[in-house]
């Protein structure tokens, strides 16, 4: 059964958040731009093979040839695998690389793309 996910505008707008870089000094092999969407995401489970993949919809904050940060309701843990559908057509393959909780109570998450895209 094909079931087609529509965002909660309302939740959307609730989680709308600045997220500053974690270092000034940070270097990066290709720069990072803002780029704030509501992308859909498939995200499998943190242990291989316990679990089905699960779709749901995350907040972009920025974007780099390398990675992105994207706001989610739901903790994600390094290493864990996600795949990012980006302007409703570009799909990319994405590890965790770190995940710290907002003072909203949702999620600030650094992915890094895959070599697989």
Known sequence: MNQ???PDMELIDDIVV?????????????????YR???????????HGKGRPSRSFVLTQDLSD?????????QLFPGQRLDIVLGGKTQRTAVVAWCE???????TIGCRFTNAN
């Open 18 to 34: 600045d997220v500053a870089p974690k270092s000034y000094s940070d270097v990066r092999s290709s720069p990072r731009v803002s």
């Open 4 to 6: 087609t996910l529509v």
């Open 101 to 107: 909780r907002l003072p909203d109570k949702h999620f």
């Open 37 to 47: 969407t509501c992308a859909e995401a498939v995200i499998h489970p943190a242990i």
């Open 66 to 74: 390398g990675g992105c940060n994207i706001v989610h309701a739901v």
